[in-house]
């Protein structure tokens, strides 16, 4: 027998060594599991009815011949029992005296088809899709891949099968008890008008902080430390976005580099909190330090939401591991090619869960409930969530999840975030969303980076993404707050790199700088990186504060990308996703220089004016329409000269525009249904170069002053002289 053949057959003593070497060969167990139940699926600890305590385990596998449940013991050897019920394509079993820390997985057989998208393997240990704990790493080795990586026949290698065990390479889920019932929890509930979102990575936030004990940087507990959570608030952002925190794993070719997915959009449990965030262990303890983390920020006022990958998994293409919906049920969970024997890949990813299916439905349905319902989270961002509305073939916005989604009386009631796209045929959406979503808008992103480094001949465009993007999200009775203003996310430059880079500099992922977007629509000001030029220097410091005004006096709701607001950098590197090192944390000690101490100043600054204002927070668009006693409309765009704009100025080429927001125009009734009024604000806005006289409608009194490292005099004024490049707030 060759070695090829014993690669398919799983025959090769090496093979069967190596798994008794790694503790992972099988003992008899003593015996077989009770009849159990058949839902809730996962592990579930209980009291049996004859008072002694036990673990449910139901794995929903409907083409399976038979399931092994394999439980490893403090050594990591492991025990087989066969599951012998099976109720609506659900295995399912009960064993006595199996208490929460005990790890666990399963060995699925059934037919080896490729051709018709079977591809069960007993020889991989799987992962329990509803794992709600995640114990070790995936090691890269070929036997986590179901089928054999060095076949010389590259066209049929996904094939073969390869029959190693791939045991001693792969993680185990954890049984997990917790009987939290957020009796002492206070949802912040903060209503989407008034929401300020700041996007950051639990583990680079708090690396580098010097007030977070060592031991807790860079995890949960860290997050919620004290003086984490002081910057939060000091800033005064209602919610965090964080990137993702469901258990993920690196894929091959970065732990090949030395590198890891920092970012951790390559999922595997889709209701385990992350292991590599606790520092309180990973047998179960995840999950009482996440919600430890989680009653910590709602008790500062400041709801959590998670930015969730739905749209693919960590099992990429069909060459990749074997680590659990593949060898589960392959054709079930996954979209198909033609072939069938591979994948449609509407993610960049390798593979697309298949959202037409209720199986994959209820999956996600049931992660989203069990993160809002059991540990406390306030909201999701999904991850390409166009590829989750796909039919057939097309995006369609009355896809059955979304449909799911919007009449789920938990879903329907929390926060929901689209990133509007996917990397398929038809998948740029924004806009389309249905009510009730939110929807990252990346035309505000485009439109406000054109304007403030000159590239757009006229204010068009600019004017109507401040003013709450109507053309995008008016139709089906949206409002405002349905566009997700940013300029920067974790996906690209930083706001300081923004200023400071032409090109990205991405050499430090190994991909020769490939990787990551070319279309930046950045500016260095004159010098690529880091400059001593005073001049530059100081043009880019003002460019970040206009950035950042814009931002956050916008209609909508804003979300800051953290560290933005200290003027982090990442060197140029606009795509750090592998990069867990001090190019992806946050650098706390920029605080002590004034500059950038000032900046987050500003930002708090900010922050403050438009939670104080319901006029800066608008919960209707603009009708532009004359109303109130003074016959104001609730919005004016006015020249320099102080004159309402024509038609003929909307289309001439400029630079400089005003914006007049009237408080006694607004459309907004309290409660009680009483007008609501406010000030009015004026902004001023000049992307040129060069000075530039603004006359005022009346005597306005400044409050932000870009130019400015501090606030401006109060001292009203009815005409200013803006500086080339600059923004300013007043107030009448």
Not at 58 to 66: D, K, S
Request: charged letters at 25%; glycine letters at 10%.
């Amino acid at each position: 027998m060759t070695a090829w053949q014993e690669l398919g057959t799983g025959t090769s003593r090496a093979a069967r060594a190596a798994a008794r070497l790694n503790g992972s060969a099988p003992r008899t167990a003593p015996e077989p599991p009770w009849p159990g139940s058949w839902q809730p699926l996962g592990a579930r600890f209980r009291a049996d009815d004859e008072g002694g305590r036990g673990t449910n385990f139901a794995l929903w596998a409907p083409g399976a011949e038979a399931v092994d449940l394999c439980l490893f013991d403090e050594d990591g050897r492991e025990s087989r029992h066969r599951l012998t019920e099976q109720t609506y394509q659900t295995w399912h079993g009960y064993l006595p005296g199996v208490l929460p820390g005990t790890r666990y997985g399963f060995r699925v057989h059934g037919r080896w088809d490729p051709w018709t998208g079977a591809r069960f393997n007993p020889a991989k240990l799987l992962l329990d899709p509803y794992a709600r704990a995640v114990d070790g790493g995936c090691t890269t080795h070929d036997a986590v891949s179901s089928a054999v990586r060095n076949w010389p026949e590259r066209d049929v290698a996904d094939t073969v099968r390869d029959d190693r065990d791939s045991a001693p390479y792969v993680p185990r889920a954890v049984v997990v008890h917790d009987t939290d019932d957020w009796y002492d929890d206070r949802r912040p509930k903060t209503p989407w008008a008034e929401t300020v979102l700041y996007e950051l990575h639990v583990r680079g936030f708090t690396m580098r902080h010097p007030d977070v004990p060592p031991e807790l940087r860079g995890t949960y507990a860290g997050l919620a430390h004290p003086a984490a959570i002081a910057h939060l608030t000091g800033l005064g952002v209602t919610a965090v976005e964080l990137l993702p925190v469901h258990h993920h794993v690196s894929e091959d070719h970065l732990q090949e580099r030395g590198l890891v997915n920092y970012w951790g959009y390559n999922t595997l449990g889709f209701f385990a909190p992350h292991a590599g965030y606790s520092s309180s262990g990973s047998r179960g303890q995840q999950v009482g330090e996440f919600k430890r983390m989680v009653r910590a920020l709602h008790a500062a006022g400041i709801e959590v939401i998670l930015d969730v990958v739905f749209n693919h998994t960590a099992e990429a293409g069909v060459m990749g591991p074997a680590l659990s919906f593949r060898g589960i049920d392959n054709a079930g969970y996954y979209r198909p090619d033609r072939s069938r024997r591979g994948y449609a890949d509407y993610t960049g990813c390798g593979n697309t869960l298949d959202t037409r299916r209720p199986q994959v439905i209820r999956l996600i349905t049931d992660s989203l409930r069990y993160w809002v319902a059991e540990m406390g989270v306030d909201g999701f961002r999904f991850d390409l969530a166009a590829a989750l509305a796909r039919g057939s073939d097309a995006v369609e916005m009355e896809h059955p999840f979304l449909a799911a989604v919007s009449q789920d009386p938990v879903l329907s009631r929390v926060k929901l975030i689209a990133e509007p796209w996917d990397v398929g045929p038809g998948g740029y959406q924004v806009g389309g969303f249905p009510p009730l979503w939110g929807e990252w808008n990346d035309r505000y992103r485009d439109t406000v980076r054109d304007f403030w480094r000159g590239a757009r001949p006229d204010v068009r465009e600019l004017a109507t993404r401040i003013a709450g993007s109507s053309d995008l999200y008016q139709r089906g009775g949206r409002r405002p707050y349905a566009s997700v203003n940013y300029i920067t996310s974790h996906d690209g430059f930083t706001l300081r790199d923004l200023v400071s880079y032409d090109r990205k500099h991405n050499l430090a992922n190994g991909e020769d700088n490939r990787d990551g977007t070319d279309d930046n629509r950045s500016w260095n000001h004159g010098a690529e990186g880091d400059t001593a030029d005073p001049a530059i220097r100081g043009l880019r410091v003002r460019q970040l504060r206009n950035l950042l005004t814009t931002l956050l006096l916008s209609s909508g709701v804003p979300m800051l990308t953290a560290g933005d607001e200290l003027g982090r950098t990442q060197r140029g590197n606009n795509n750090a996703y592998c990069q867990d090192n001090e190019i992806g944390w946050l650098d706390w000690s920029l605080l002590d220089d004034p500059q950038w101490r000032s900046l987050a100043e500003l930002t708090a600054r900010l922050i403050r004016l438009r939670r104080a204002h319901p006029v800066l927070r608008q919960r209707a668009f603009f009708s532009g329409r004359p109303a109130g006693p003074d016959g104001l409309r609730d919005v004016s765009w006015l020249a320099p000269d102080g004159q309402e704009m024509t038609e003929a100025d909307w289309f001439a080429p400029t630079r400089a525009l005003a914006l007049r927001l009237s408080g006694s125009a607004m459309a907004e009734r309290d409660q009680r249904g009483r007008p609501v009024h406010d000030d009015d604000f004026l902004l001023l806005l000049n992307a040129g170069p060069g000075p530039r006289r603004f006359v005022l409608p009346g005597p306005h009194r400044p409050l932000i002053d870009t130019a400015l490292a501090g606030p401006p005099e109060p001292d009203p004024v009815a005409e200013v002289t803006l500086t080339g490049r600059s923004a300013m707030l007043l107030t009448a």
